[in-house]
């Protein structure tokens, strides 16, 4: 079983949509980090929370830690936010904070 | 705003042959890490670096795979002796301490044939 779950795998929506992507997760965590990877590859991160809400321009990030559950929504959404966005979590107490990574979403924002 | 960079971005070799792969991370950053990502699969662990040695590995970092810091300011994976199973996106990854946000660079596409 994996220990990061993700949810839908895929999205496609219409431009101005409002997005939700869910992450569950199986383990005790120090963080939860939202990672974006565009077509070529590379991988930016977007949010790095332990608790609550943190927001940055249309984007939001919530955690539950009772619920072992976060999302990222995307408000207004746009062409430019197709990519593939991943959750990926640092174990608690792990001796590095590696990121054990859910599979992705790979969203679609059609105009 | 400073970046992890990597090169190349792309590497194609022959099987059994050894490749380094480079990266520079950001200048005030302690702690760096390698993953792979496998075309279709999800990102994995492969090793992590702390204090000049590694502080973790993962099973997929046998012994065919090396990591070095030689110069305080680069930081090299390599793999002595490829093979087809080896061909992926490999990222490597910074940060300034335990629990800070991590900055990956763009990655090198290895094609292992």
């Known amino acids: 079983k994996n220990e990061v779950e993700q949810s839908p795998q895929n999205l496609t929506a219409q431009e101005g949509e409002f997005i939700t992507i869910n992450c569950s997760y199986s383990v005790g965590i120090s963080a939860l980090h939202w990672l974006q990877q565009h077509p070529g590859g590379g991988i930016v991160s977007l949010f790095m929370?332990?608790?609550g809400k943190k927001k940055h321009g249309r984007l939001i990030a919530t955690i539950n830690i009772q619920e072992k559950h976060s999302s990222l929504h995307i408000t207004a959404s746009h062409p430019r936010d197709s990519a593939v966005y991943i959750c990926a979590v640092s174990r608690e107490g792990g001796a590095t904070n590696k990121l054990i990574f859910g599979t992705g979403t790979l969203l679609a924002v059609q105009p | 705003e400073p970046e992890v960079t990597q090169t190349p971005s792309h590497q194609v070799t022959q099987m059994g042959q050894e490749v380094i792969l480079r990266c520079v991370p950001i200048?005030?950053?302690?702690?760096f890490y390698w993953y792979r990502q496998i075309l279709g699969q999800k990102v994995e662990f492969l090793v992590s670096?702390?204090?000049?040695?590694?502080?973790?590995k993962s099973e997929i970092f046998d012994d065919q795979f090396s990591v070095e810091r030689p110069d305080g300011s680069n930081f090299t994976l390599k793999i002595r002796s490829t093979k087809l199973e080896d061909s992926a996106m490999y990222f490597c990854?910074?940060?300034?301490?335990?629990?800070?946000?991590?900055?990956f660079g763009n990655g090198t596409r290895l094609t292992v044939t």
């Open positions: 929370l332990s608790s």
């Open positions: 670096f702390y204090n000049n040695e590694i502080s973790e």
């Open positions: 990854a910074s940060r300034t301490r335990y629990n800070s946000p991590l900055h």
């Open positions: 200048s005030n950053h302690l702690y």
